[in-house]
C-alpha cells in the first residue's frame, strides 16, 4: 500500500527506532493520526524535552539533568564500592533491586571487535581514573552475561587488580520460578559456581 508522503515519513522514522518494526510502526502511526492533537504535542515536547535538558553525568555517564546525576550527588551513597554497567538501563535495572547502594560507572557498551568497539570507544579510562583515587575499595563488574560482557568483565578486571581495588563479578545463574530441566548448561554451571552456604 502506498501512504502519503508524511504517513510515510513518520513510518521510516519509527522504523528507525530500535525493537520497532514495520508492523509496530504501523500501529503507533495509527495511533498518532487518530489521537487528539494535544497528545500527539505532548508527545513530541517531551522527546524535545529530554534532548534538549538530559546529558551525561559527569562522574558515572549515567542519564543528567545537570552535571552530577542524582546518584552521584547524593551524600548518602557508598562512593567506595563501584558498580560497573554497561548501559544507563542497566544501572536502573540494578537500582530496582534496591540492594544496592554504591555508586555506579555506565560504559556505554560493551567490547565487540566483530562490532568495532574496543575499550577506546567505552568509558574505561574514566573508570581507572575513578578506581585509582585510593577512596575505591571495591568495583562490582555488572556487564552483561553474554560474550561481549564477559569478555568486558574481564578486561576490566585486568586493568583494575593492578590499583589494589577489590573486582567482583555478580553472580548468574538460574532465575527464580525456573526448572533445572530446562536451564542449560552455562546458566546451570554458574549457579553451581555462585553456590553459597545456607
Same mark, same amino acid.
Given at each position: ?33 487518530? &489521537?487528539?492533537?494535544?497528545?500527539? %504535542?505532548?508527545?513530541?515536547?517531551? @522527546? ?5 535538558? @538530559? ?28 558498580? *560497573? *554497567?554497561? +548501559? ?6 540494578? +537500582? ?14 560493551? @567490547?565487540?571487535? @566483530? %562490532?568495532?568497539?574496543?575499550? %577506546? ?6 573508570? *581507572?581514573?575513578? &578506581? ?15 560474550? +561481549? ?21 555478580? &553472580? ?27
Amino acid at each position: 500500500m502506498r501512504y502519503p508522503l508524511p504517513i510515510q515519513r513518520l513510518l521510516d522514522e519509527l522504523e528507525r527506532l530500535p525493537g520497532i518494526g514495520p508492523k509496530s510502526a504501523q500501529r503507533i502511526a495509527y495511533w498518532l493520526l487518530v &489521537a487528539d492533537a494535544a497528545d500527539a %504535542d505532548r508527545l513530541a515536547a517531551a @522527546i524535545g524535552d529530554v534532548k534538549r535538558s @538530559i546529558r551525561f553525568c559527569e562522574r558515572c555517564f549515567n542519564f543528567a539533568e545537570s552535571e552530577l546525576c542524582a546518584i552521584c550527588a547524593d551524600p548518602e551513597r557508598d562512593a567506595t564500592t563501584i558498580c *560497573v *554497567v554497561e +548501559e544507563p538501563r542497566d544501572l536502573a535495572a540494578v +537500582e530496582r533491586t534496591g540492594e544496592f547502594r554504591g555508586v555506579y560507572h555506565v560504559l556505554h557498551g560493551a @567490547i565487540s571487535p @566483530i %562490532d568495532g568497539i574496543g575499550p %577506546d570507544q567505552l568509558r574505561m579510562h574514566e573508570l *581507572v581514573q575513578r &578506581a585509582g583515587t585510593g577512596d575505591v575499595v571495591e568495583v562490582v563488574v555488572a556487564t552483561n552475561p553474554n560474550v +561481549e560482557g564477559e569478555t568486558t568483565a574481564l578486561y576490566v578486571a585486568r586493568l583494575l587488580k593492578p590499583l589494589g581495588v577489590r573486582v567482583t563479578r555478580i &553472580a548468574s545463574g538460574l532465575p527464580v520460578g525456573g526448572d533445572l530441566e530446562f536451564a542449560d548448561e552455562v546458566t546451570l554451571g554458574r549457579a553451581l559456581e555462585a553456590r553459597r552456604e545456607m
